[in-house]
């Protein structure tokens, strides 16, 4: 059970730029140190790089809109753009923009099909 307690701490915890590892332990009552241990046993990647895993997801989610990158970049966990630019491109090899090409907005309207006003 603590496992999954983990993995939803993770998750708000990606949304606070300030949030540790320490503080999510804490909040599950275990020691950082044994808490990092069983996570890495039980997930296959330390808690830190779930974490990051979170932040990344959540940033490329909104960055497939219509949002600057710049924004995206300092108003979400990250500390400027250029962070986010460099942690996109350890996660993905490739560019923020070109995530965005690749599913953004644009990509997605061409599988909605359209409805005509005589049907």
């Known amino acids: 059970p603590w496992l999954r307690q983990a993995d939803e701490a993770n998750a708000v915890a990606a949304t606070r730029p300030s949030a540790t590892i320490k503080q999510i332990a804490e909040i599950l009552e275990l020691h950082p140190v044994y808490f990092a241990r069983a996570y ?5 990647c330390g808690p830190a790089k779930a974490l990051q895993r979170h932040r990344i997801a959540r940033a490329v989610a909104i960055a ?3 949002r600057r990158l ?5 108003s979400y966990p990250f500390a400027h753009q250029s962070h986010l630019s460099r942690s996109l491109r350890a996660a993905f090899a490739t560019t923020p923009t070109a995530l965005r090409d690749a599913f953004g907005p644009a990509r997605l309207r061409m599988f909605k099909t359209a409805v005509r006003p005589d049907v």
């Not at 890495?40 to 296959?44: D, N, V």
């Open 64 to 66: 497939a809109g219509d």
């Open 40 to 44: 890495r046993s039980a997930r296959g």
């Open 70 to 74: 710049a924004e995206v970049g300092t």
